[in-house]
């Protein structure tokens, strides 16, 4: 017997029954095209986590990047089980926690009991209204809204076919992105990438129904149609993409701006103001809003961090000390600043004229300012302002219930939002009064300052007893005898005893911020002195707020214009005198000294201010002083809403 023929005979080899489950599982795991579809959903999920990366929020990317990742991975396994929707959900829901943690351990010292500590900690303070910005909780609810969002589409794609299902929810979240963000970071590439892959998966969706309908039909298909339609598909959505980089933006940016207005509806500001009190403002890492000190609220917290990107740049006469103010805080409360406006007064015309208690000895100066920040909401302005070219919305309480009555002006906004390149002018009328004239100001205050519930607030939530005693002292050994002097012996003592720094850690739980800041920490920045100061003015009997903005920036001789930067950003302080108005101070320790004619300049604080001065020249002495402001607004018109 040949041995061809022997082994003809041989009975066929058996596969491995292993290996054969294997491949029979895969077969019914995976199906056509699955494979490039699931690169495709991967795609979908990962565009908006680059985005929000970009967009400077305060999150660890690689976590969230897994988690969303992971969700694709066990959405697909979800989708091809026999477990309905509802039941899949409360899997996944339950998967998902773990995974967040899990992978977040990775990211902190303690691993997952730390992270579990830390969201305790921030519910906690959620629910019982105090502050807590700890970015990794941010970092895990970002993580846990892209693990349901990769859930969503990974179900929508392989289980049910709705793609518009599986698209929308992530594209919603690039868009909103793209709305709120303020900075230089050019976040189109992500959104053209995210339509191709969105395309991808219309292209095949429309496949499978075709096909479907071509089998209950008997109609054979050939086997590369697949391969052609989805390359076919491919190619139209790379032109389509292509197409809609080079077509005209100009109505979609006027589209962009009346959505941005909404965005500022009074609703969704309350939700704003929510968002900051328990996230990290969007768009930055330290103490400022994409609108510079534009919330309602501001925390005294930890480290900061201030890009070198222009804000600014305001052309003004270089012949004094130049503040660009955007609001006005006047309610505190351990560690806690808020707006204490009332009104806010829509101004739809140009020019809006203020009605202020602007006091004697004031000069009148007009600016031209200069947007150069992607876009601001908010107006700065030099203290105080008697008329803004602008149409704009005004956060204010009156003074009195005449027909014309003062305005108390916390915050000015534009009602178009300022895109960068715009400008603008505004009046206003800047402080020349001297030292000896402030000095002599007396304390016969307005009946407005003496019963306004908060500028000489000294209850135990406002100041401990131990910095009202600190004020005191100080006052005391410098001998001021009245409120000038008083405020300039805080002032001092603030800049002579207290180190400059930025990187600070977060205040203590359960500690006043200010007396960590004045008796433990002896470091901090500009919140932190100035609201030291204002406390400390308070309990003195001295009608004090803070005020935020930015410092004066460096003045450009060239192009007659002060260029401001984000790291000019700044909060200072203004006391009130009689007959001369708010006028500020400078407690802080980096920033040139406020000096003004008759102060005693052999105080080594105004001639040697601590750390690394501000790019802020000394300022030149003042014009003599007016009696009167040079400047008297008309009555205004407007009529007020209620906020």
Request: proline fraction near 7%.
């Amino acid at each position: 017997m040949s041995s061809s023929a022997s082994a003809r005979r041989q009975p066929a080899r058996r596969p491995n029954p292993i290996t054969a489950a294997l491949v029979n599982a895969y077969r019914q795991l995976f199906g056509p095209s699955d494979w490039l579809m699931l690169i495709i959903a991967c795609g979908l999920i990962l565009m908006p986590v680059l985005t929000l990366y970009l967009a400077e929020l305060s999150l660890e990317p690689g976590v969230v990047t897994a988690v969303g990742l992971l969700g694709i991975a066990f959405g697909f396994v979800m989708a091809r089980s026999r477990f309905n929707e509802f039941i899949g959900l409360l899997i996944m829901t339950l998967i998902g926690s773990g995974m967040t943690v899990i992978v977040a351990g990775f990211s902190v010292e303690g691993g997952a009991s730390t992270v579990i500590q830390r969201g305790l900690e921030w519910f906690n303070d959620a629910i019982t209204g105090g502050v807590n910005q700890d970015a990794l909780v941010f970092t895990l609810l970002v993580s846990l809204l892209m693990w349901f969002l990769a859930y969503n589409t990974a179900w929508h794609i392989f289980r049910v076919d709705r793609p518009w299902r599986a698209i929308l929810p992530p594209a919603l979240v690039i868009v909103l992105n793209a709305v709120f963000y303020a900075g230089d970071n050019n976040l189109d590439g992500y959104l053209y990438v995210f339509l191709f892959c969105a395309l991808i998966a219309l292209a095949r969706s429309a496949l499978e129904q075709r096909e479907w309908e071509w089998f209950n039909n008997g109609v054979r298909v050939p086997r590369r149609l697949r391969r052609q339609f989805l390359t076919v598909g491919t190619t139209l959505a790379a032109l389509m993409v292509l197409l809609a980089w080079f077509l005209p933006v100009s109505g979609l940016d006027e589209r962009l701006k009346d959505f941005q207005e909404f965005l500022r509806s009074d609703p969704l500001t309350e939700i704003s103001e929510v968002w900051n009190r328990l996230f990290a403002p969007i768009s930055s890492e330290g103490p400022t809003s994409a609108d510079y000190y534009g919330g309602d609220q501001l925390e005294l917290s930890g480290a900061i961090q201030l890009g070198d990107q222009t804000i600014l740049a305001v052309q003004a006469p270089n012949d004094r000390r130049y503040y660009w103010r955007s609001r006005v805080f006047d309610t505190y409360e351990l560690g806690q600043w808020q707006s204490g406006a009332e009104i806010r007064l829509t101004t739809p015309y140009s020019p809006f004229v203020p009605r202020v208690d602007y006091g004697q000895a004031r000069a009148q100066v007009t600016m031209t300012y200069t947007v150069g920040a992607r876009s601001l909401r908010i107006v700065h302005t030099a203290p105080q302002p008697a008329q803004i070219d602008l149409e704009t919305r005004t956060d204010l309480t009156y003074l009195d219930d005449s027909d014309a009555p003062p305005m108390n002006i916390s915050a000015i906004r534009p009602l178009s939002v300022l895109q960068r390149g715009a400008t603008y002018t505004a009046t206003s009328l800047v402080s020349v009064a001297t030292a000896d004239q402030l000095r002599a100001a007396g304390s016969d205050y307005p009946e407005w300052i003496v019963s306004h519930p908060q500028y000489l607030r000294t209850t135990p939530n406002v100041i401990s007893d131990r910095a009202e005693q600190l004020a005191a002292q100080i006052v005391a050994e410098a001998g001021a005898a009245n409120s000038y002097d008083k405020a300039k012996a805080i002032e001092r003592w603030l800049r002579e005893n207290i180190e400059y720094n930025q990187s600070i850690p977060e205040p203590p739980v359960g500690l006043d911020p200010i007396d960590w800041f004045l008796f433990d920490l002896k470091q901090g920045y500009c919140n932190y002195y100035a609201t030291a100061m204002v406390v400390m003015l308070r309990s003195q009997g001295i009608p004090a707020r803070m005020a935020a903005g930015f410092s004066q920036g460096t003045y450009d001789g060239p192009l007659g214009q002060y260029i401001v930067k984000e790291n000019d950003a700044h909060t200072w302080v203004e006391a009130y005198f009689p007959n001369y108005g708010w006028i500020e101070f400078e407690p802080t320790s980096n920033q040139a000294p406020l000096t003004r004619e008759g102060d005693d300049l052999s105080d080594t604080s105004l001639n040697n201010p601590q750390g690394e001065p501000s790019p802020t020249p000394t300022p030149t002495p003042s014009p003599t002083p007016t009696a009167t402001a040079t400047f008297t607004p008309p009555p205004a018109t407007e009529s007020p809403t209620r906020r």
